[in-house]
Each structure stands twice: as structure tokens, then as C-alpha cells.
């Protein structure tokens, strides 16, 4: 199924919209039933991948233009490495029942989501918006 990345998601800048699409396609992704659980394991490790490597991304992107907000950003994106890291060690130890599985994706999800809606929204609007060129 083709996942589209939904309007209110969009901050307008093309390369955070691709990734953030990725990403959730893939918060998707974990979410389905019918995958093994050797699949979803192995999801769930991409997922993990790409997220820290979207995270350098912004990560470069807010010191290079001196995002005002960068130290709260970032202390976020550590609080959602860290819950992601969680994540995949839990899933690799297989101690959670499937549908504990489910319920700890679907929170990880949500987490992103919001971050997205929020924080990431906001670096946006900064890396859209004039800046003073430097001298
Ligand atoms: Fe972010
Ligand atoms: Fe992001």
C-alpha cells in the first residue's frame, strides 16, 4: 500500500518531508499483524537506523544556520533515541508478549508523530523563514 505523507505533516521542506514520510511509512510497517516476528524485528532495526540518521540530519541542518531552539531539539531527539533504542533491545530479547509488541510500537509511533507535528515543525518554519546572511 503506497503511504502517502498526510498534509499536516508537511513542513515544507523537501528533504524533512521524504524522511518523515519514510519514517512513518515504516512506524507503519511495524504495525502489521501478519509480519513474522522476525520481520517486524528486523523493521524495527531499520526503523531505528534511519531515525538516528534523520535526527543528524535536522541535528546539521540547526547548527549550520543556528537554530535558536537547537538545545531543546536535540534533547528531544536524545529522549526519542534513547526510547528507540529501548525498542529494539526489547524486541531483540523477545520478553514482551505480541501484543505488548503492538502496544510499545504504536506509542513509539505516536512519540514520533508528535515530535513531527511539533518540534520538527517549528525547525521548519525557522529554516523557511529569513535569516541574516553572514557577513
Ligand atoms: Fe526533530
Ligand atoms: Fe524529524
Known sequence: MDFVL??????GIDELDRQHEVLLRLGERCLDRDLSAQQ????????VQYAQAHFETEEFAMDLF?????????RDHALLRAQLDQRGHLA?????????EHQATALLRRWITQHVLGADAELARF???????AA
Do not use: I, N, V
Open 6 to 11: 498526510p498534509e499536516r505533516y508537511r513542513t
Open 40 to 47: 517486524q524485528l528486523e523493521l524495527l532495526r531499520f526503523l
Open 66 to 74: 543556528g537554530f535558536p531552539g537547537a538545545e531543546a531539539h536535540k
Open 92 to 100: 531483540s530479547t523477545r520478553r514482551m508478549s505480541a501484543p505488548a
Open 127 to 133: 529554516l523557511s523563514g529569513p535569516r541574516p546572511m
